[in-house]
Structures are given as structure tokens and as C-alpha cells.
């Protein structure tokens, strides 16, 4: 039916408001977050210059995914829970992990920074 039709059964009361709202307009698709291909790591040490630089050739560039997702699934092997302070678990880490465009930043007292984002 077109827009004038269900305009015109809507005005004559042949059709109620709510079906002529779902005849004129489509119903909202959800969309489905993206797929991560690859985890970008950064870690950052004060006071340690070298240590910083070795990190950062080593780290240089991104990591598969899929590498990761194995990393976790062999040390995670039968937990249910990743640690106590991390009540997680791995494969919920995994999914976690697998969607494009997460950031985590981790600061800890002293002061050590790592910074991990999918791409």
C-alpha cells in the first residue's frame, strides 16, 4: 500500500492509528556491533627507558585476534572465573575482547599504564 492509501483509510477510520504508524514506517533493525580483527597493546613503565622501548618494538605491531583467543582459552583452560578481583569469565572475556572498538586503560598505583583497543 502506499503512503496516500493508508492515509486515506487511516482518515475514513478504516485502519487504526497504530497499524497505518507500522504500514508507513519500517520497523528499527537492530544492528549487530563488528568483529575485532586485531588488539592493539601499549604498555608504559615510569622510570624504566629501556624497558618502555623494548615494550614498545615488541608491541609495535597489532596482535590477531585470533592469537589472543587462544592465549586465553590455554591459560583459562577450567575456570570459571578469571580471578577473584576480575569476576569474569574467559569466554566472556573472549566476547568481550571480539567486538570492535573496545578501549581499556589500566592505571595502577604505581603508576605502570597499559592501554589495550581493538581494531
Sequence with gaps: MTKYEVLTKLEKKELNKKKAYQL?????????????????IKVRVPDEKAA????GIILLLPLPIFLIKWILLKRFKNQ?????????????L???????????????KTNERILIKTI
Design 24 to 40: 508507513l514506517y519500517n520497523p528499527y533493525k537492530e544492528r549487530k556491533p563488528q568483529r575485532a580483527g586485531f588488539v592493539k
Design 94 to 108: 573472549i566476547d568481550l575482547i571480539s567486538m570492535k572498538g573496545v578501549k581499556v586503560n589500566i592505571s595502577t
Design 80 to 92: 570459571e572465573q578469571i580471578s577473584e578481583q576480575f569476576p569474569m569469565s574467559p569466554s566472556e
Design 52 to 55: 618502555n622501548m623494548l615494550l
